[in-house]
Nanobody, 120 residues
Framework: VQLQASGGGLVQAGGSLILSCAAS????????MGWYRQALGKERELVAS???????NYVDSGKGRFTISRENAKNTVYLQMQSLKPEDTAVYYC???????????????WGEGTLVTVSS
């Protein structure tokens, strides 16, 4: 299973970005998908997650500004980020809980990360 994230870049404060992450490879089902971020010198933290049936969880830092969605037919999760702040600067990682075959427990897979830099 491979997760390929894209959409990061440099944006001014108040701007917007859309991150996407597509899962590829051999698997039978994707359950929860999510976005995490890790700022320099800090631990990785959850930004938002979405279950296979669309239940969504946001952490406080992104509520009202970030929107997570997924397109199951494309095995893709998105993170729309608006009103970006310098403190949103981080490497953003996507995560997916994937069952590679029936009879085997699902496991978590990570993308390589995409850098988001918000200038003041």
């Amino acid at each position: 299973v491979q997760l390929q994230a894209s959409g990061g870049g440099l944006v001014q404060a108040g701007g917007s970005l859309i991150l996407s992450c597509a899962a590829s490879g051999t698997f039978v089902s994707i359950y929860d998908m999510g976005w995490y971020r890790q700022a320099l010198g800090k631990e990785r933290e959850l930004v938002a997650s979405i279950s296979g049936d669309g239940r969504i969880n946001y952490v406080d830092s992104g509520k009202g500004r970030f929107t997570i969605s997924r397109e199951n037919a494309k095995n893709t999760v998105y993170l729309q980020m608006q009103s970006l702040k310098p403190e949103d600067t981080a490497v953003y990682y996507c995560d997916a809980n994937v069952r590679v075959r029936w009879g085997r427990d699902p496991g978590h897979y990570w993308g390589e990360g995409t850098l988001v830099t918000v200038s003041s």
